[in-house]
Nanobody
Framework: QVQLVESGGGLVQPGGSLRLSCAAS????????MGWVRQAPGKGPEWVSD????????YYLDSVKGRFTISRDTTKNTVYLQMNSLKPEDTAVYYC?????????WGQGTQVTVSS
């Protein structure tokens, strides 16, 4: 069955870094755009970043540009989100998403907390 399993979240101080991973299985990874969406406490979902099927084109929320980097490894069926210079406002549950025009899959989320 389809699975998206996120990992790499945790507690980090402001200015710190984390790398989120999302391991995909049960579908043809190379055919899917991959992305990350986050949801902060008491707020709605917020799109963070996408990467196209080839990995050449990437897209970012303005507030994370220059700090976050999305990448994908087709040999491992995994998408990554490298997060640097983290801020308290980055605190949220981060969800991995796989999508085509016809389908969309979601992971269970991983908590990222930025606090001193």
């Amino acid at each position: 069955q389809v699975q998206l399993v996120e990992s790499g979240g945790g507690l980090v101080q402001p200015g710190g870094s984390l790398r989120l991973s999302c391991a995909a299985s049960g579908f043809t990874f190379s055919n899917y755009y991959m992305g990350w969406v986050r949801q902060a406490p008491g707020k709605g979902p917020e799109w963070v970043s996408d990467i196209n099927t080839s990995g050449v084109n990437t897209y970012y929320l303005d507030s994370v540009k220059g700090r976050f980097t999305i990448s994908r490894d087709t040999t491992k069926n995994t998408v990554y989100l490298q997060m640097n210079s983290l801020k308290p406002e980055d605190t949220a549950v981060y969800y991995c998403n796989a999508q085509t025009v016809a389908r969309s899959y979601w992971g269970q989320g991983t908590q990222v907390t930025v606090s001193s």
